[in-house]
């Protein structure tokens, strides 16, 4: 599905002259054109410059700042991503306790409790 530039200004609450600005300075946000050259906006586009605003308005980073931070955060998406299908044909591992878990001590204590039973009736 593609959006327009309005729709996406509408979307993002950013002006169309904002957008069309943060193409100029972020590579990564790089809308196809139709042939009469109107933006045509992704569903990937979008989040980008949701990601761009929030770098800019919300982490007050400067435009070189955001710039740096967007790639970052892109590729650890794209590493993520890669990752995600081999962890999840691998079957789920149980967590190892910890060796300072109260459940773990309790039952060690309770183990330890038995085998001493264990061993007195043996005796």
Do not use: C, H
Request: proline letters at 7%.
């Amino acid at each position: 599905m593609f959006y327009r530039i309005n729709e996406v200004s509408r979307i993002t609450g950013i002006k169309p002259y904002v957008l069309r600005y943060w193409e100029t300075e972020f590579r990564e946000l790089a809308p196809a054109k139709d042939s009469s050259d109107q933006r045509r906006y992704r569903q990937a586009d979008i989040e980008v410059i949701q990601t761009i605003r929030r770098l800019l308005y919300e982490e007050r980073y400067t435009i070189e700042g955001a710039r740096k931070r967007l790639r970052v955060e892109l590729r650890r998406q794209r590493e993520d991503a890669q990752t995600a299908p081999a962890a999840a044909s691998r079957p789920a591992q149980p967590a190892e306790p910890s060796p300072r878990d109260p459940r773990l001590t309790t039952a060690l204590r309770n183990l330890r409790s038995e085998v001493n039973e264990l061993l007195a009736i043996l005796n």
